[in-house]
């Protein structure tokens, strides 16, 4: 995913490994099935087009997300 990003924003990405907390994840078990049976949901968009996707939309509202304060 990262390498994804990287080459759909054009920069490489600085990561910093840290030592893992109690609140961490240690793995996931992701699964659309349920979705799938109950609202008969299915991914219309791959993965590598949706990085793409987020990736313009970022370069698109960049002055807006800066003016974003948190």
Do not use: C
């Not at 979705?35 to 370069?59: C, D, I, K, S």
Request: glycine residues 2%; without cysteine; negative net charge.
């Amino acid at each position: 995913m990262i390498h994804s990003l990287e080459k759909h924003l054009g920069k490489t990405a600085v990561i910093d490994h840290q030592p893992a907390i109690a609140a961490d994840m240690q793995d996931t078990a992701a699964n659309i099935t349920k979705a799938n049976q109950l609202l008969a949901w299915q991914p219309e968009v791959p993965p590598e087009e949706g990085f793409m996707l987020t990736a313009e939309w970022h370069r698109e509202y960049a002055t807006w997300l800066d003016a974003v304060q948190l």
